[in-house]
């Protein structure tokens, strides 16, 4: 598959962007005051905890939602609706595949709204599940298909747009460890061919840590950026050397120190109390096994009429 001639595309940058949902006593502020800067060719994994708003960044980011209040923009331009330079790859391919449809179709389908004559349409799709390494399964349905070989047909989809940024929403969720470590290994492999700007959401630390040049934690109620990491790990990555390099361990420990921090008070585990001693271990008081407290005035009286 050639690079794409608009290789890595523009920058994104987010500026002070909110997001609300809802109205009056119901409305929800989910994000506040969030800024960011993606780069062209940059590989971007954004981590936090669960339900800070991960996935509703990315589909602002997308132009599916438009922001609250703060500005979006793509290279020079305000971000106010999907891009032609912006494809997604959704959470799950079980919603996303259109099971009554061939694979190629279905890499195809979305091409044919956007005006792509039919044999273009064909030609990214069959140049895109090669890409992926399904060459072969252009005839067959998607339930036809593992977990893993189904997610590859949701990339080779997002591929087929030839766009120059590629936004993931925690994509590798949904199958099993070795198809995700694949996937993953896959994914690293179409950017560094490509050359696109890739962002992606995911609640798995080693996978941000693995995959990103940096990884951007986000957190708080409302969400916005809590830190901001470097991944010094080379651009030659492999499952087995990389996760046993001493620096991945150090980044995905500040990594996760860095989410606990930015969970909200009411989330984080609560401390366990103290045990109270029991009644005898009491120092200086306590009840005896008749019943009567230690120091108790008539336990002093009860000793002096026994002797």
């Not at 981590?47 to 209040?69: D, E």
């Not at 997604?88 to 079980?94: A, E, G, L, S, T």
């Not at 989410?259 to 001693?277: C, F, N, S, V």
Request: glycine residues 10%; aromatic residues 4%; proline residues 7%.
């Amino acid at each position: 598959m050639q690079r794409h001639a608009k290789t890595g595309g523009s920058s994104l940058v987010v500026e002070d962007v909110g997001k609300t949902f809802g109205h009056g006593t119901d409305e929800h502020r989910v994000i506040e005051g969030l800024s960011l800067r993606v780069d062209p060719g940059e590989f971007v994994c954004i981590v936090g905890p669960s339900g800070a708003g991960k996935t509703t960044l990315l589909r602002c980011l997308s132009g599916l939602i438009r922001p609250t209040s703060g500005t979006i923009r793509y290279g020079d331009e305000p971000l106010t609706r999907p891009h032609a330079d912006i494809a997604v790859v959704f959470q799950d391919y079980r919603g996303s595949l259109l099971p009554w449809m061939r694979v190629r179709d279905n890499v195809a389908f979305p091409l044919e709204g956007m005006g792509v004559k039919r044999a273009e349409r064909n030609r990214r799709a069959e140049e895109c599940l090669h890409a992926v390494g399904l060459a072969d399964v252009g005839d067959k349905y998607p339930w036809q298909l593992s977990g893993g070989m189904q997610q590859r047909v949701a990339i080779a989809r997002g591929l087929a747009y030839e766009a120059p940024v590629l936004l993931m929403d925690e994509p590798f969720g949904s199958v099993d460890a070795q198809s995700r470590f694949d996937l993953e290994d896959l994914t690293l492999s179409l950017r560094a061919d490509l050359g696109i700007t890739v962002i992606l959401v995911t609640h798995d630390i080693d996978e941000a840590v693995y995959l990103g040049d940096r990884v951007v934690v986000i957190g708080g109620r409302p969400t916005t950026v809590v830190d901001n990491l470097q991944v010094d790990l080379g651009t030659d990555r492999d499952q087995i050397t990389t996760r046993a390099d001493h620096r991945f361990t150090d980044l995905r420990t500040r990594l996760l120190t860095r989410i606990r921090e930015a969970q909200a008070p009411a989330e984080r585990t609560p401390a366990r109390p103290e045990p109270k001693p029991a009644p005898d271990e009491t120092p200086g008081g306590g009840t005896a096994k008749d019943g009567i407290p230690k120091d108790s005035p008539a336990r002093e009286k009860t000793a002096r009429a026994v002797r």
